[in-house]
């Protein structure tokens, strides 16, 4: 559960809000009405089914969670005028972190309907649940596309560098990786993003996404490079903003029938710049609002600019 500042009677009051990077994107896949599932380990406390309960409100299956008896973790988000949104977490053994290898899916389990899997976040770094989802990740990437956003939380992040060794060896397993120019100056402090997302392009993914809050988001194939520019909006934050552009990748990937990999292994440079459109509206609509609130299919419609002519 994400604590968001809200102001009420003069003070700064937190709000409880549902969110964790890949649950915002389930819920926001499923606001666009795309078919999606969440699968993690979710604590049987008040919190723990309030977060199960809004998974079902929003379309999204979770037939596949599981259900542990310690709390649910707690980020406190303080935020600041012109920066990114700091996390505070509050986590040592939440349930979510102790997803065991146990707990995974069969392969049985997860037929030709599960088109992709995505993975992101502190997930892949608090253990044992990180050693988990990087089982399930090596283990399907080969089977399904796999869709990967670090989402960098440098406070749960011990070491830097022993971090940056292992993400960069689960890049080479994705087919789709979405990171925040944000997340590369912190990874790379010596280097241009841009250097490093072409990096990680050539270790095999076929679509590196960087986005660059306000300033829009560029995309790379082996075949183009696509900036596609900024929706400007009132923003209220940006909690979730990443989370929602991810959906809106996916979900405009998906209605195209590119969420497979041979299709993405020949993406075109238009398919690639409506998707980051779509996406890029998605993410404005989210930071209107306060906490992670992706927006559904047609409020991103209503977002899109009037034809030309």
Known sequence: MDLVPVSAGGETLYAPRAGGSPYNVAIGLGRLGVPVGFFGRLSDDAFGRQLRDRLSAEGVDNSRLVTGPEPTAIAVVHLAAGA??????????????????????????????????????????????????????????????????????????????????????LVA???IVKVSRADLAWLYPDRQPEDTAAAWLARGPALVVMTRGADGAIAMTGRAVIDVP???????????AGDAFTAGLLGSLAWRGLLARAALSRLGADDVRASLEFANRAAALTC????????????VRVLEPPPLG
Do not use: C, K, W
Not at 123 to 149: F, K, M, N, T, W
Not at 288 to 299: D, L
């Open 173 to 175: 397993l994705a087919h």
């Open 84 to 169: 990114e949104p700091h996390f505070t977490f509050y986590g040592d053994g939440a349930a979510d972190s102790l997803l065991a290898l146990d707990d995974l899916p069969a392969p049985a389990n997860l037929d030709d309907s599960v088109q992709a899997l995505h993975f992101g976040s502190i997930s892949l770094v608090r253990q044992p649940a990180a050693a988990a989802y990087e089982h399930l990740l090596r283990r399907e990437s080969g089977r399904r596309v796999i869709s990967l956003d670090p989402n960098v939380r440098p406070s749960v992040i011990p070491n830097r560098d022993a971090y940056r060794a292992r993400l960069e060896a």
């Open 230 to 240: 900024g929706v400007h909006v009132m923003v209220h934050d940006t909690v979730g």
């Open 288 to 299: 209107t609002q306060s906490g992670a609130e992706p927006p559904t299919r047609v409020q």
